[in-house]
């Protein structure tokens, strides 16, 4: 699992955990690694729509009024 | 015009004789559907709308039909009979089918398998979920079914058990009674021995006239794309199976080249697999809260774990979703038909359902699907040819391209080897 994969499962785990509040099951665990494993594809990806927000990088203007 | 009270008769007396090693059905009503087809055969010297009369037909345990048990495969819901037809029972009433019953799904329509067997060998899957629907049809209980498809529930099914599987566009059949599992994803599924089959009952079914399949002939495609990068999760012996199909459509005039991808297909199994869950805990917020105990295994697993993806995510996806799609259909836009493996593998054994990696991304998608009968694996076990639409309005064409396949591949055995016993 990548680390992205990892960081996704622990959280999605620990929201599992607290809204559900049961023993975690052997289903329960698979089906929390392939949701991860699918999260942390879909955070590598950058919708058409949202290019603009995703890829901002401030410029480097070295203006007092931009700090 | 078959004779439909003679033909549900022989219906009835097929599930008799080998339900018992099939398990296909939950529900069977004898004199309800004897009483179908007896007002079907009255009606048909004066009227020419039925088209389906003579046939047989069940319905995957999750639709309405009214005056029958709606389980879904959950307990709660044993006392649960239907006030009212479902959209669909209402047009095959319409159309003069005789409704025989309703056939086993895996609870919800996910993923925990029902007791069924694949008529083709008892100790393996018929997929799911709609496992009896599948199953009837191939064990030659009823002529037609009717499924759904989330991820891959017909299609899947329908190559498991070497029978025709047909999902329309998204939304071109009603889901009216019909109990919910992604809003965004749900489709009605149909199944038969055959296209000219399937198309009677798409053409009853469909709620607008746009699109008529029935009586158009058979359509040779001059381009057919090969989805290579969802191929090539397959086996060899069902990628072999495949080659031989489409090397049949190219001796009789197609051209066959690579389909592209509009996506690496993995992430497009990724942003189907986050729209599922999400949707699955959407349609089951309320119902879980009060049943938990009562949900099986993975559908639980679905639930709990949709309800705890960030709200984001599921959005992203679905922008994701609708961008790759746009690139899918212009990428698709000169060729006539596009064509995987149904699944990655034949039909495996009972403890799952089988994976609905080659399926989800058309259902993603909404596009037009058909799995067809290609071949038999080195088990002995059905192979199908899946054939994918690269218009959404293209349900009619693709029925049309599918009875052209068809012409070109041999027919399987007419009885399923996992059935011992003789044909009426």
């Not at chain 2, 409704?99 to 895996?106: D, E, L, N, S």
């Not at chain 2, 057919?224 to 072999?240: K, N, P």
């Not at chain 2, 994976?355 to 799995?371: D, K, M, N, W």
């Amino acid at each position: 699992m990548s680390d992205e994969a990892g960081i996704q499962r622990s959280r999605l785990a620990l929201a599992v955990q607290e809204l559900w509040g049961r023993e975690r099951t052997s289903t329960n665990s698979s089906v929390i690694d392939s949701a991860s494993q699918a999260l942390a594809r879909i955070n590598q990806l950058t919708p058409e729509a949202t290019q603009l927000l995703d890829n901002f990088e401030p410029a480097e203007t070295g203006n007092a009024a931009d700090a | 015009m078959p004779d439909a009270v003679e033909a549900t008769k022989r219906a009835l007396a097929e599930i008799t004789r080998t339900e018992h090693l099939v398990k296909a059905w939950v529900h069977v009503d004898n004199d309800a559907a004897l009483a179908q087809a007896a007002e079907a055969h009255q009606r048909r010297d004066h009227d020419p709308t039925p088209t389906l009369a003579g046939l047989t037909v069940g319905i995957k345990d999750i639709v309405d039909v009214a005056g029958m048990p709606t389980l879904a495969g959950f307990k709660p819901f044993a006392n649960r009979i239907a006030e009212a037809d479902s959209a669909i029972a209402a047009r095959l009433r319409t159309a003069g089918a005789t409704i025989v019953g309703k056939t086993t799904t895996t609870q919800f329509a996910v993923a925990d398998p029902t007791i069924t067997r694949n008529p083709w060998n008892l100790d393996h899957t018929p997929a799911g979920s709609s496992s009896g629907s599948a199953a009837a049809v191939s064990a030659r209980h009823v002529d037609l079914a009717i499924g759904s498809q989330t991820a891959g529930s017909t299609l899947r099914p329908a190559a498991f058990c070497g029978v025709v599987g047909f999902k329309p566009s998204f939304g071109w059949i009603s889901r009216q009674g019909m109990i919910p599992l992604s809003d965004t994803l749900d489709s009605v599924g149909l199944f038969s021995r055959s296209t000219t089959d399937v198309a009677l009952l798409f053409d009853a079914l469909a709620e607008s006239n746009l699109e008529r399949a029935g009586d158009s002939p058979p359509d040779a495609p001059a381009r057919i794309g090969l989805w290579s990068d969802a191929t090539q999760l397959a086996t060899v012996d069902v990628r072999h199976i495949i080659d031989a199909a489409l090397t049949r459509a190219i001796e009789a005039g197609a051209i066959v080249e690579n389909a592209p991808s509009p996506a690496p297909y993995h992430d497009l199994l990724a942003i189907h697999h986050i729209t599922m869950l999400v949707d699955a805990s959407a349609a089951h917020a309320r119902l879980f809260r009060q049943h938990a105990a009562s949900y099986g295994p993975r559908v639980r697993a679905f639930v709990e774990t949709g309800s705890a993806i960030p709200g984001h995510s599921y959005v992203r996806a679905q922008m994701l979703r609708r961008e790759y799609r746009e690139k899918a259909l212009r990428e698709w836009a000169d060729f006539d038909v596009i064509a995987l493996p149904t699944a990655e593998t034949p039909a495996p054994g009972l403890e799952t359902t089988g994976s609905p990696s080659l399926q989800a991304v058309v259902t993603l998608f909404g596009l037009p699907s058909i799995s067809l009968p290609a071949g038999l694996s080195s088990d002995g076990l059905p192979v199908g040819l899946q054939l994918v639409s690269p218009t959404a309005l293209g349900n009619a064409r693709l029925l049309r391209i599918a009875r052209w396949m068809e012409s070109l591949l041999d027919p399987l055995p007419s009885v399923p080897t996992g059935i011992t016993e003789p044909l009426a």
